[in-house]
């Protein structure tokens, strides 16, 4: 029983040198290159388009020809909110989504995107009208990346 346990003892840590050697090898260079392309697009977030009859749920959607076909199969878009210059804090920019708790009613604002459009949505387990009205006047920045 000895003797089987040294030989997998032996071949465990031989395999770990032979691993550990390994890892000082450069990798490869990959024959495939990128050329990154990105667009930065801006609206501002105004009037909801739709709202629901109970309030819980509300978007508005953006044309945007810049996302293709290609950037919904094989890229991005990222999504900010404006958080404008008060006499506390310079202007910022927040990476959506965001939850809004300082709200009267806590709301979860999200976005997707697809073929030519970017949809905004607000949804709140009591109310979106108070996170609206705080959205409204705030600029939107969406990065496209291919």
Do not use: H
């Not at 000082?24 to 801006?42: D, T, Y």
């Not at 909801?48 to 293709?68: A, N």
Request: net charge positive; aromatic share 12%; charged share 25%.
């Amino acid at each position: 029983m000895k003797k089987i346990f040294y030989l997998g003892l032996v071949l465990l840590l031989s395999s770990c040198a032979v691993s550990i050697g390994n890892s000082k090898k450069p990798l490869p260079q990959n024959s495939l290159s990128f050329k990154i392309e990105k667009k930065v697009i801006m609206f501002d977030f105004g009037e909801l388009d739709y709202i629901s009859d109970d309030k819980k749920y509300g978007r508005i959607v953006f044309s945007s020809p810049q996302i293709t076909k290609s950037i919904v199969n094989s890229g991005t878009v990222v999504g900010y909110v404006q958080r404008p210059a008060n006499d506390e804090n310079p202007e910022r920019w927040s990476q959506l989504p965001q939850f809004s708790a300082g709200q009267d009613d806590p709301t979860y604002v999200y976005f997707s995107f697809g073929e030519g459009i970017i949809r905004i949505s607000l949804q709140s387990a009591t109310s979106i009208e108070s996170a609206a009205e705080y959205f409204k006047d705030k600029k939107l920045k969406f990065i496209i990346s291919n």
